[in-house]
Structure formats: C-alpha cells, structure tokens
C-alpha cells in the first residue's frame, strides 16, 4: 500500500514529467488541487459535527438530515483518496492486471450498471450500438471502471433536461476494438482539451455548473488504457458535444 508521502511524491513526479514545470511549480499545484477538492467537503462535515456537539439542533429529523449530509461528504472524501490511490498504483505499475477473455458487452452492461448505481439524478437517455461476440484480452473490472468513468463524464456534461449518451463498440479491422462514449453536452473549449486528461483537470462547464467530480475520472481512463496497450483519444468541439474514443488490441492483435 502507498503511504501519504509516497502517493504525493508519485504524483508530483507525474506532474513534473508531462509538464516540464519547475518542482516549486508543481507542488504548488499539486497542493492547490488537493486543498480545493478536499476543503469543501471538511468544511462541511466540521460545521455540522460542531452544530451537533453545541446541541443546536433538537429536532430528531433534522439530526438525521445533519448525519446524512455528513455521510455524503465522508463518502465524497473516500471516493477521491481512492481515486488518487487506484491511479497512483497504475502509473506507477504496482497494479497487477488479469489477462483474461473479456466480452465487451459485459465491459458496457457493467458500466452501464455503474451509471446506475451512481443515482446522479436527472434521468438520461443512452443509445447503444455494440457488435456481437467483440472481445477483448484484459482486466475486466479495471474496463469496467474506466468505461464507467466515461459515462458519468458524460451525464455531466448533458443539459439537465435532455441527457443523451451514445456508445458505440465496434471491430476497427482485426486488430483494434474500440468503445466510443458521446454526450450532447457544450464541447471542450480547444484550450481545455490538451489538458483533459491531467490529474485534477475539469471542464469550465462543470466548474461553472458546480458539478461534483475530482478532476481524475479522465486520468484514470487514460492510465488504464495505457496499461492494456491501448489509447483514449477526445473527438469534440464547442456547442457541439464529446465523443471519448476509448481503443485496445483485438485478442488476435495481442497473441
């Protein structure tokens, strides 16, 4: 397991590589990023454990909305330490892989369940287009979390009243298997887009709408692609939408 000093040297290491920052540059970065993510959410659970403790709230409903709310945030703060770790094993190669016969189908039903599972609120449409039988080689639960993270990506960046993902799987030849994730949401700004799949990196779209998120889902996507000697490539323009082409060998591409 990663200790604290390691995970953040792990990340500043990153950081420092993709950036060619100075280390005083990127530290301050990296500790600007975290404090922002982790500041809310502690805000919040210390304001509520104080009003709890100073008995200013007597009614037994409103104790409960108080824990609620408190288990919400502690749940929020959970989420990004094992964001920050899962991508930090990967990076780092100490994330041991399965090699197995993998159906893309079951990648995108379980992402899909994923989606569902995440209870993000408004309701949203999702087309498919999948080929039958396209498989793949690989480490299934490590696909799933990376398609899923596609797909919440997506929800939030669709208009609250008319959300509209597509996926698409398809055989690009015999040797590349690809699963596309689109929205109807605004678009990347072309300056955003170089940036999209750095650590802590967020659209101005969800940072404008106050949209939760860590800023590592996309980071996250790319690692694992990486690991399975595949690629993500981002396909979007303003007003227009994003299309996430996630690619990777074709079982007989990698025998």
Known sequence: AFCTSSLTGWILGSM??????????????????VSHELRTPITSIKVF?????????TDPEERKKCLAI???????????VKKLMDLSRIESGQQA??????????????????LE???????????????????????????????????INAYKYTPERNKVIGIVARARGDKQIEIAVSDNGPGIAPDEQRHIFEHFQRGSAAVKNMQPGSGLGLAIVRAVAK?????????????QGATFHFTMPAPSAQA
């Open 70 to 80: 408190m288990y919400q945030e502690m749940d929020r703060l959970e989420g990004l």
């Open 227 to 239: 690991a399975h000697r595949g690629k993500v490539k981002l396909v979007t323009a303003p007003g």
């Open 117 to 151: 599972a995440a209870k993000l609120g408004d309701p949203v449409e999702v087309m498919t287009d999948m080929e039958d039988g396209l498989k793949t080689t690989g480490d299934k639960s490590a696909l799933v979390q990376a398609v899923g993270n596609l797909l």
């Open 97 to 114: 892989f399965t090699k197995d016969a993998v159906s893309i189908t079951d990648v995108v039903t379980e992402a899909l369940g994923a």
């Open 49 to 57: 454990v104080e009003t709890l403790r100073d008995d200013r709230v």
């Open 16 to 33: 420092f590589v993709r950036r060619g920052a100075t280390l005083a540059r990127v530290q301050s970065d990296f500790l600007s990023s």
